[in-house]
């Protein structure tokens, strides 16, 4: 079997012209985008997110090759020992290049799967979102010649994933978990990829410029907030026929993986995703199933989410404001809440708390027992946006009972003073207009050779001009968010 295996990855590799982080001349199809499926109608999805991953479902039909031999597996890039490598994963400058083999039956199975959730591919209906996600498959990734064996590999996301499918895209996020099938294949017990064991591979959905995912979290990081490592890929998926370009991605860390391993102290409190009216910690709105948990999900304690809950709205808000703010502090970050509201108030985000009811997680840090804001799903960044558009710097467009996390916390002076402050320091700093549209011509000069090389079926674009727009569009709104910050801060 050893011999077999050599002799399959020669001839993948021989097949997809190696496996190079900066060449795809070779495989992708450069015919001209002009003709490309349009996406037409975007602007009533409102959440890209993946939010029931405790849902999964797996198939693990396939048992003829479980003798295989992992021949590539070294300590530095398959073990669970490990450290997570950020620089060979997440590198800023580069377009890396990841290949993604699936069997002809289970990517048939895949899109079977697909079509049961959501109805036939290419075919616009009236499809609701599912509670379920869609299937994990075995599949083979490579990377810099090297293979990852039996990786689960599914599809991922909400409106972005139904929308792409219905529209005939099959540029589709993917979920990456290296020993998602570990059970059935001993050989990979505890596999990663260079000490990451999940990843995300989003599809920049509804970004013509490929680059907001990207660029947002760089300005969180970049603010001292927590928030995952993001880097740009390329990826082919080989399902029977040879390898297919299905274009320019976003890899993006696991906020449930190594984000709380290595941005926090202690990985051991209670880690939640919102999702829901709760989400909104709107008075009467408390509901633990919307308060998914992410990691401790078999302990029912869900008492710091029910405390943040109930300090907000308790009457010493309005009677005695200095207690009301030294009890919230015990349990919630505010600090890091507000620096976070500021910058993606600044940048503009509106799929996000203030608006949408998802796209955050809280992690109840051990060693502070406050509930940390981190923010996820940053594709919709950087723009006006849908569904009223991103929220004003003064919030007067935002009802304080509906999103009292903003609305009582901006209501006090105490916590206004700082909000402000923090403003004026992410247009002078983290979102700083000639830092911000350096970025954007580093950025964009990185990955346009292969944004508009994206090929039809496999692509938002229009056309190859859609991406210098929307670089263009980019550019001018740093400018307008500055005068817009310098408006505001002086009316305060």
């Not at 490598?85 to 990841?98: G, I, M």
């Not at 000490?195 to 969180?220: H, I, Q």
């Amino acid at each position: 079997m050893k011999f077999i295996s050599i002799l399959l990855l020669a001839f993948f590799l021989s097949a997809c012209g190696g496996s190079s982080s900066s060449d795809n001349s070779d495989t992708v199809d450069t015919t001209d985008t002009t003709d490309t499926t349009d996406t037409t109608d975007t602007t009533d999805t409102t959440d890209t997110t993946d939010t029931t991953d405790t849902t999964d479902t797996t198939d693990t039909t396939d048992t003829t090759d479980n003798d295989f031999v992992a021949t590539d597996w070294t300590e530095a890039t398959h073990s669970k020992d490990a450290e997570p490598n950020f620089d060979e994963v997440f590198e800023d400058n580069t377009v890396k290049r990841l290949d993604i083999v699936i069997t002809e039956g289970y990517w048939q199975d895949m899109l079977d799967d697909m079509t049961s959730l959501y109805g036939a591919f290419g075919q616009r209906g009236n499809a609701e979102f599912s509670d379920e996600n869609p299937i994990f498959v075995p599949a083979e990734v490579f990377y810099e010649d090297k293979e990852w064996y039996k990786v689960g590999v599914r599809f991922k996301g909400n409106s972005s994933l139904v929308s792409s499918w219905q529209a005939g895209i099959l540029k589709l996020s993917l979920k990456l978990d290296f020993d998602e099938f570990e059970d059935d294949y001993p050989q990979i017990k505890n596999q990663r990829f260079y000490g990451f064991k999940k990843l995300s591979v989003k599809n920049n959905y509804n970004d013509s410029s490929m680059l907001r995912e990207k660029v947002a979290t760089d300005v969180f990081r970049s603010a001292g907030l927590v928030a995952p490592h993001t880097a740009f890929y390329t990826v082919y998926v080989d399902h029977g026929d040879g390898p297919e370009y299905f274009g320019v991605y976003t890899l993006v860390e696991e906020v449930d993986d190594t984000v709380i391993d290595t941005q926090f102290s202690d990985n051991d409190g209670n880690l939640y995703k919102p999702d829901g009216d709760a989400a909104s910690f709107a008075a009467g709105t408390y509901d633990e199933d919307e308060y998914v948990k992410k990691t401790n999900e078999d302990e029912a304690d869900f008492s710091d989410v029910s405390s943040l809950l109930s300090i907000l709205h308790d009457d010493s808000r309005t009677t005695d404001a200095e207690t009301w703010r030294e009890s919230l502090d015990a349990v919630f970050d505010t600090d890091v809440f507000l620096k976070y509201l500021a910058v993606n108030t600044v940048i503009q985000n509106w799929d996000t708390y203030g608006r949408m009811t998802h796209n955050y997680f809280l992690y109840n840090a051990p060693d502070t027992s406050k509930l940390t804001w981190i923010p996820w799903d940053n594709n919709e960044a950087l723009e006006e946006g849908n569904q009223g558009g991103a929220v004003a710097l003064d919030f007067s467009d935002v009802t304080s009972s509906e999103w009292p996390l903003i609305g009582y916390l901006y209501q006090d002076d105490t916590y206004k003073a700082k909000y402000n402050a923090y403003v004026q320091d992410t247009v002078d700093s983290a979102f700083n207009t000639s830092k911000m549209q350096a970025l954007y011509n580093s950025y964009s000069t990185l990955i346009e050779p292969y944004a508009t090389t994206e090929v039809n079926g496999y692509t938002f674009l229009r056309n190859s001009s859609d991406f210098s727009t929307a670089i263009n569009e980019l550019n001018s709104h740093v400018e307008e968010r500055a005068t817009a910050v310098s408006n505001y801060l002086s009316g305060q």
